[in-house]
């Protein structure tokens, strides 16, 4: 379901499905034990065409508001233009704000750009 490597100092976590309701929770605590063992890495979430399911959409956000207590950076990416939208959309608006990417290669670069 979950795949992570380190990029140019960008922590990048590739979700491949999109886990089901009962499989949310799970997800997100992986993506936040990710986070917390990386910080203060940007981190980007990578959507999959498979992974672009309310769950794994609801788990990137708050992913997003977890990351955003940390004051960790954080970008998402998908292929999606209705995911984007729901993306934008839905994110904390109180913390830093989440970038999407319909491009992995873009979302890489411009984490380390912020980061540096």
């Known amino acids: ?10 922590l990048v976590i590739t979700v491949d499905r999109d886990p089901g309701i009962d499989g ?10 990710l986070v917390d063992a990386h910080q203060p890495t940007p981190v980007v979430i990578v959507l ?3 992974a672009d399911g309310h769950a794994a959409v609801s788990a ?9 207590r940390l004051g960790v950076l954080m970008s ?13 959309n839905n994110a904390d608006t109180t913390g830093t704000r989440l970038v999407v990417h319909a491009r992995v290669d873009t979302a890489i670069t411009t984490a380390f750009t912020a980061a540096a």
């Open 1 to 10: 379901m979950l795949s992570h490597t380190l990029e140019h100092g960008v």
């Open 60 to 68: 990137v956000l708050r992913a997003h508001q977890w990351c955003g």
């Open 24 to 33: 949310r929770a799970a997800l997100t605590t992986h993506i936040t034990n």
């Open 76 to 88: 998402a990416v998908t292929h999606s233009a209705p995911v984007r939208r729901l993306l934008e």
């Open 48 to 50: 999959t065409d498979g």
